[in-house]
């Protein structure tokens, strides 16, 4: 069972990845603001987060990887985003199909416990 937390201000989006994820035995938590990702009081305890690119996410990340966190993070955007992104980042567009945001997540998460 992954940890993971849905970062995106989009409430259909955090439904839908929500449902996705729990059916595949994720246990799963969201917050509604990208840019609260460092406040979230169990950050340490996750797997991986899904983040929104907007919203204050991509500053998120920044800051995340300057407090040298090497928490597994896949950036979800509707649109591209440029980024400088190590093994520990990964980035999809939105609308992600369920197989392909499970790969995604098994793939960060393997990198993680190697």
């Known amino acids: 069972t992954r940890r993971v937390l849905i970062a995106d201000d989009d ?11 729990e059916s595949v035995d994720d246990e799963v938590e ?6 609260a990702l460092l406040s979230f009081p169990e950050l340490n305890s996750l797997d991986v987060v899904v983040l929104d690119a907007g919203g204050g996410g991509l500053e998120a990340l920044r ?5 040298g966190s090497r ?5 979800v955007s509707g649109a591209m985003v440029e980024g400088n992104f190590d093994e520990s980042t990964r980035f999809v567009m939105k609308p992600v199909p369920l197989d392909r945001l499970d790969r995604e997540l098994t793939q960060l998460t393997a990198h993680r416990h190697r």
């Open 11 to 21: 409430p259909a989006v955090r439904a839908l990845l929500v449902a996705a994820l």
């Open 30 to 35: 969201t917050i509604s603001d990208p840019s």
């Open 63 to 67: 800051e995340l990887r300057a407090s």
């Open 71 to 75: 928490l597994p993070v896949l950036v």
